[in-house]
């Protein structure tokens, strides 16, 4: 087995003499800066400059609702869990730790857009602080893991300022991360640190299971690392099954899910990656290209540091677990590794950025000084887009609505979606509505009851067979539909999902017309229609569907 202690110059002091048993190329880091543990780093006052930049940052977003779409699956989920449908069966998901989180978050605050957005605001935050402790564990310079830590902030938030399940894995992931590195510079307490990272892991598999998967390899790149890494994994192992086994055993309990429902899930995310496939970097605009390079500048930087040291640097504990988490977030990018979902990742691979950084430069050089200073000046044109954006933001105009006072994204009329509410609020509270095919937020937003299972329709991951019982439950229950003409348009879908190659295929077709015979436009927006129920509204509508589909 290799010995650990040959690799103690990687981890000591800048005072200690690296060991001779290793080649030269060690010497590199016996001038590296000591190593700081993230438990401790409470104390910093920087962890608090930190905070205070990402709220500062996300605060005028905090009532902004850029569109109606993914944020809303996560609120109205929690809503119907609260009202006592459960997972799976009561309405459609994959893991149940986004809704779970939420709706306890709703029962303590309530379910006003304020409530929400602070619980957003909390878990941008966390992220954060957790990536400057990261940062800072790995690299002991204290302005470099400032400056990531606030550039991830300003290249990554304001429209996606939101309550969403891949901030709220990040933050798993990040606790994991933290804790790991601090099994790792912590021997003695090895065991105990990585039980606390098995049950950070375990909750981020429940909110995401890609990003459960890279929380597990970053605590296991920490175990077998330990002096008694049969011991660590074993332990590790344990606690990462117990979230994730509770939650499945709860919901099985309830009748919530069978085991069906699992074999289902692997189709769901099969259907997920043929459809929503991007390329990387895809959407960037000013604000979020430095983050685009991050992974690309990590990977130069990392093989910077090996050419000057020697591969054998690779071999240090904590290394091995900045690496792992670094290349685990950049697979998690995909399929869909648009500028956002690198958002979502990119504070992973932050430690590996600042470590490459510290161990190229010298501590005492001109350059190490520079470098915050040069990483400043190259996410000032983020800073500027931002605060252009801000300044867009805090002008638009603000809407009541039934969760509170929002400012609606540019993409969305207020003057449209306010004579909708209008009407909206005017209907028999008991009525039941159904919104298509890509408005969640419009359930949570009006406090209106959706009455089918589904609430996102997209060709090619929507099955014939899940628009065959959507169709049959709208005109068997719902009293009222609202469409959204732009997410109806064919080339609008082809348009966001490039994989995408038939934006109305049969069944989307055959669906729509069975909802045009069943209901009737009473109003009409240039965006929206609000249609009411008919007496030709019966199931015998939906019966071309499937057969349709299959033509």
């Known amino acids: 087995m290799f010995d650990r202690t040959q690799l103690q110059p990687i981890v000591a002091d800048a005072s200690t003499t690296p060991s001779t048993a290793l080649d030269s190329g060690l010497n590199l880091l016996s ?29 005028p977003f905090a009532s902004y609702v850029h569109w109606l779409g993914d944020e809303g699956a996560w609120l109205h989920g929690a809503e119907r869990l609260l009202r006592g449908q459960p997972v799976h069966t009561g309405f459609f998901a994959l ?108 909750t981020a598999a429940s909110v995401t299971g890609t990003r459960g998967l890279a929380a597990l390899v970053i605590a296991v790149a920490a175990s077998v690392r330990t002096p008694k890494p049969l011991r660590a994994t074993l332990a590790l192992t344990a606690a990462v099954a117990v979230t994730p086994c509770l939650a499945v055993l709860t919901m099985l309990a309830a009748g919530a899910i069978h085991w069906t429902d699992l074999q289902a899930s692997f189709s769901l995310v099969e259907r997920f990656a043929s459809t929503q496939g991007l390329p990387f970097g895809a959407g960037a605009d000013p604000q979020s290209r430095p983050i685009i390079v991050l992974f690309p500048l990590a990977a130069v930087l990392l093989a910077g ?31 869909r590794a648009d500028a956002a979902h690198i958002a979502f990742n990119a504070p992973l691979a932050l430690p590996l ?123 068997g229950k719902a009293e009222w539909v ?21 934006g109305n295929p049969p069944e989307k077709a055959a669906f729509e017309k069975a909802i045009d015979a069943s209901f009737q436009t009473v109003a009409s927006y240039p965006r929206y229609e609000l249609r009411k129920r008919t007496t030709d509204a019966t199931p015998e509508a939906c019966s071309g569907i499937t057969r349709q589909a299959s033509l």
């Not at 996606?160 to 991360?177: E, F």
């Not at 089918?452 to 060709?459: G, H, R």
């Not at 609202?482 to 038939?502: E, G, H, L, Q, Y």
Request: hydrophobic share 50%; charged share 10%; with cysteine.
């Open 95 to 202: 893991t149940p730790g986004v809704y779970v989180v939420t709706a306890g978050w709703m029962t303590l605050f309530g379910p006003g857009i304020a409530a929400m957005r602070t619980l957003a605001l909390c878990t941008i935050l966390g992220i954060a602080l957790l990536a400057y402790s990261a940062c800072r564990s790995v690299s002991g310079s204290r302005p470099l893991a400032a400056c990531c830590a606030i550039a991830w902030v300003l290249t990554t938030q304001g429209t996606w300022t939101t309550i969403s399940h891949h901030w709220m894995s990040a933050l798993a992931c990040m606790a994991t991360l933290v804790v790991a590195l601090y099994a790792v510079e912590n021997p003695s307490r090895a065991v105990p640190a990585l039980v606390a990272a098995g049950l950070f892991a375990g």
């Open 305 to 335: 540091v090996v050419a000057r040291g020697g591969w054998r640097l690779l071999l240090a504990p904590r290394t091995g677990v900045i690496l792992a988490a670094a290349v685990s977030a950049f697979i998690c990018c995909f399929p």
């Open 31 to 59: 001038t590296a800066p000591p190593v700081t543990h993230p438990m401790a780093l409470w104390k910093d006052p920087a962890l608090y400059l930190v905070g205070l930049a990402a709220l500062f940052v996300c605060l």
């Open 482 to 502: 609202v469409v959204d003409k732009r997410w109806s348009d064919p080339r609008v879908i082809t348009s966001a999902f490039p994989n995408i190659s038939d």
């Open 353 to 475: 950025f600042t470590w490459a950084s510290s161990h190229l430069l010298a501590p005492s050089s001109v350059a190490r000084r520079l470098a915050p200073w040069v990483l400043a000046a190259a996410i000032l044109p983020s800073g500027w887009s931002l605060s252009k954006l801000t300044a867009k933001v805090l002008a638009r105009p603000e809407i009541q609505v039934a969760r509170g006072t929002v400012r609606l994204g540019e993409g969305t009329d207020p003057r449209d979606l306010t004579r909708l509410l209008a009407d909206i609020s005017n209907v028999n509270p008991a009525d039941s509505f159904f919104f298509y095919p890509y408005d969640p937020m419009l359930p949570y937003l009006t406090g209106r009851a959706h009455v089918t299972a589904q609430d996102l329709f997209t060709p090619g991951y929507t099955t014939p067979e899940q628009y065959r019982a959507t169709c049959e439950s709208v005109v």
